[in-house]
């Protein structure tokens, strides 16, 4: 898909009920801040009809993986101890907002790290609520009538990332495992991240017959920040009984980042068969 | 569709792609409130995740394919008129996820739940109310919190 495309994509999937949204657009999708600057921002956008409340606040947490695959993020208001965490030291400017309709807000991201830091990578997540104006419940309460209703808020949350000094990354991938059931190939992809920062990237899965056509194809974003065992679910539809590879690669680049962003490191490529009977 | 239904669409469209911040952005936002309407004492109201016109419903737009987390923090009651309150619950299949690609799958609210986006995805939430025979008259109200983790 190329950049207009996806210019095109997100436009028209960002704002199909704009004039009824309680919420904020948030750009970028992770923020990047080195120690040589020490500051970062975000922009916020609101589409709606209705100002809107935004407070932005940090969190602490990394993708993790379950025993099925399952990608998660855990996020706490502070780190364990022993984790590289940013989420003490980092400010945002303004902390609390409201963002009129259709306006636009810059948030100001400062770090304040403590004199001595040493060279490596620090994590937090950024927590960006948003919240519409009160709808009033309908109803007279004088009439002996019960109304009810609920209002919605709603809470964003990327990562922040500050690094200090060279860093290097990469990763190695164990032995893949990969199975076919219900029109759909499913792929292990157990990851350990190496050098001194998380590995930002792309997982590119390409799934092949025995003669070498390419029956489908999948990409997913990657944060590895220590290990990550994510299952990749192919919809391939129905297969015939055979021999199928499926072919991964592994690459420091994301289509929803700066070109600078991911720190460079080579490509990772391996490949695993599974048979259709 | 209605002017009003594409209409926001374009407009914010060209802002976004006039604006200097064209960057790749996401959004997650509250479309409608959930709601239970006119309830009556002592007979428990059920407003389900596909109800077309009652449930809350969120959307996350903007990614191209992104993991995500979903969490809600739900209430157990709702106030009301003098200090009053009313039971709410919500079951294991409270809440839906819909995509382009993906009909309504149901899932529990009451837990983190974890679902690919591609492009966009809408997210319902229904649930319960339990009113007491001698619930006070009024109107009972609470908040609901969704919070979306971009992985």
């Not at chain 1, 937090?124 to 004088?142: F, M, N, Y």
């Not at chain 1, 059931?181 to 899965?205: E, F, H, K, N």
């Not at chain 2, 609210?109 to 809408?122: D, G, H, I, L, R």
Request: cysteine-free.
């Amino acid at each position: 898909m190329n950049h207009a495309t996806r210019v095109l994509a997100a436009v028209l999937t960002l704002i199909p009920t704009a004039l009824l949204a309680q919420g904020v657009i948030v750009a970028p999708t992770a923020v990047f801040i080195d120690h040589s600057t020490r500051s970062g921002s975000i922009t916020l956008y609101n589409p709606g009809e209705r100002p809107v409340e935004v407070t932005v606040s940090f969190g602490f947490g990394y993708p993790t993986t379950d025993s099925a695959g399952a990608i998660t993020v855990e996020v706490a208001d502070s780190a364990p101890a022993g984790q590289p965490a940013a989420t003490a030291w980092l400010q945002a400017f303004p902390r609390r907002v409201t963002v009129g309709q259709q306006e636009r807000q810059t948030i100001r991201i400062l770090g304040s790290p403590p004199a001595g830091l040493p060279d490596g990578e620090y994590w937090a997540r950024l927590i960006v609520g948003a919240k519409g104006g009160q709808v009033p419940v309908a109803g007279v309460p004088d009439s002996g009538a019960i109304s009810v209703g609920l209002t919605l808020e709603v809470r964003t949350v990327i990562a922040v990332v500050y690094r200090k000094g060279a860093l290097t990354t990469g990763v190695t991938l164990a032995p893949m495992t990969a199975s076919y059931a219900q029109d759909t190939v499913s792929v292990r992809l157990p990851m350990t991240r190496t050098g001194t920062a998380a590995y930002i990237g792309t997982a590119r899965l390409r799934v092949v017959d025995a003669r070498g056509a390419t029956k489908a194809e999948d990409e997913r974003a990657l944060g590895v920040y220590y290990t990550l065992d994510p299952r990749v679910d192919i919809p391939v539809g129905p297969l015939a009984p055979g021999s199928y590879k499926v072919y991964v690669t592994i690459s420091p680049d994301r289509a929803d980042l700066p070109p600078k962003v991911p720190l460079p490191a080579a490509p990772v490529r391996d490949s695993v068969g599974f048979t259709v009977k | 569709m209605d002017a009003t239904q594409w209409l926001p669409t374009v407009l914010v469209g060209v802002a976004l792609l006039a604006a200097p911040s064209a960057l790749p952005a996401q959004s997650v936002t509250g479309i409608r409130n959930l709601t239970f309407g006119t309830v009556i004492p002592g007979v428990p109201t059920t407003v389900l995740q596909n109800d077309a016109a009652r449930s809350g419903q969120f959307r996350i737009a903007g990614v191209i394919v992104r993991n995500v987390t979903i969490s809600f923090t739900l209430p157990t009651a709702m106030n009301g008129p003098l200090g009053a309150t009313m039971p709410i619950t919500f079951s294991n299949t409270s809440a839906g996820f819909t995509t382009t690609f993906q009909p309504n799958t149901p899932f529990n609210p009451n837990t983190p739940y974890n679902e690919t986006v591609w492009f966009s995805a809408t997210i319902t939430l229904g649930g319960r109310v339990n009113p007491s025979p001698t619930q006070r008259a009024g109107n009972y109200s609470a908040n609901i919190i969704m919070t979306v983790i971009f992985l």
